[in-house]
């Protein structure tokens, strides 16, 4: 999907035509053009005859108007790249002609443009490029109140969990059976082992031992479509890990182009408030380890931010202090007394990763049991988005499990998009949910421990799509 609007051309000052092979590379230079092959003259064309080609100027955008660079636009006349402020020069076949354009960027919708040139002018339009989204899930602890039952040997445990399923465009799926969801058997990966985290059970003590386990059946023994309750107000903090590995894992900024989507979607009774977290001598933030932009606003005033989530695209640096930054924002959201009495309140998290300033495991351990103590005597709800295959499942889904939010996961942007639009109704309760129960077998030898956490992966697939949703469970 894109919008196509033209402004108006740019009058070229009247000039002989000799020479305008060097006129011509000279205002492709300027607007950052590189053309390949094509060509721009006619056969026979010498340097006093006139230019057989047209110029049109582009300027991608995304939905909020902020400028999309790197996008390649592919003419007739070779191609041409999107500079910082996402122009780009487009060479066309002749100085009065229309002709087909492809524009494409990493996560974003492919199209075609039909752009016209007019001679003695640079045609000028402005094309908005439409994010690309795909089905995404995220999981909850089961809120039947049943909790897991370890049979006498410890071989067998037996859970319930809720997952949420989204289509693209962040609506709900409530048609979904049994036969759409598997559970993965899960075997240790001897790399994750060094690194010293889980893949399949991580335990509750230091002397971690991970295991591997099996479903008894991969799908679910029952299903149940949980509806939605009535939507209540929120207060949301939003989270951004502004670290340097986020260049990486998110160069479109797909984060904060959903972060105003999240802010577009505020009830009118609903509060949020803007931070960001990076720690180190690298981090670029205001303020280290965490900067937090204003206070508490309603979904007009928070509009605001934009602006301050385009500033962001180029604040990156620094290491990850996820649990300090969770501590100290949610004591501001506990403290804020302008916020209605009796106010859900909770804390959404975006990261690529788990924290890096914790000494050792065990110190992580004790610091992630702090953060989630506070937010739990404070009843402050973590929600938690990873996108990634990097981020530590065991961690973000500890974090919101434990918490009585939700962990949502994107192996891509356009799931990421997806779940951000999402979240608002998670929030409010008002998102249907399924619950699910399964069965899982330890490996020969092995045992379940009271305390150990269950790591797992259920593959659903939903509207046309196949995607993994992973998931804890807490042994008690």
Known sequence: ??????????????????????????????FGLTACGGGGGGGGAT??????????????????GTTVPDATLQGPNGSSVTDAHG???????????????????????????????????????AVTLARATAPAGGSMRSRSGVAPTLDAAGNQLSFEIELVVVQGNSQPVETLTAGDFVLRACTPEAAT??????????????????????????APASLVLVPGLPARPYAAALLLDQSGSIADTDPTHARLYSSKAFIDGLGA???????????????????NPLTVYGSFQSQTGARAHFATLDGLAS????????YDSIDALRRQVTDDSTLPVGMARAVLVFTDGADTTCSDTE???????????????????????????????????????????????ADTAAQFLALYGSVGKLMSLSLPTYRLRWTVQAAAGASFRPGDTLLGKVQVSAAGSRFEVPFIVAIP
């Open 87 to 125: 122009v780009a020069l487009v060479l066309m076949p002749a100085p009065d002609s229309t002709a087909d354009v492809s524009l494409a960027r990493a996560t974003f919708v492919d199209t075609t443009l039909k752009l016209t040139s007019t001679t003695g002018s640079v045609n000028t339009v």
């Open 363 to 409: 110190a992580c351990r004790g610091v992630r049991e702090r953060t989630i103590q506070g937010a739990r005597q404070a009843q402050v709800r973590l929600f938690t988005i990873g996108l990634a295959k990097g981020i530590d499942v065991a961690t973000l889904g500890e974090l919101a499990d434990r918490t009585g939010g939700a962990f949502l996961y």
């Open 1 to 30: 999907m894109h919008h196509i609007e033209p402004t108006g051309p740019t009058h070229l000052s009247p000039a002989p035509w000799r020479g305008w092979p060097v006129i011509a590379a000279a205002l492709l230079a300027g």
């Open 193 to 218: 082992v060094r690194n010293g985290r889980a893949d399949c059970i991580r335990g509750a003590g230091s002397a971690d031992v991970d295991t591997a386990y099996s479903p008894g059946t991969p």
């Open 315 to 322: 604040r990156l640096g620094g290491n990850t202090p996820l």
């Open 269 to 287: 009774d609903d509060y949020t408030v803007l931070a960001a977290f990076a720690g180190g001598p690298a981090a670029t933030l205001p303020t």
């Open 47 to 64: 340097d006093t005859a006139p230019p057989a080609l047209g110029l049109v100027r582009v300027t991608v955008q995304d939905a909020y």
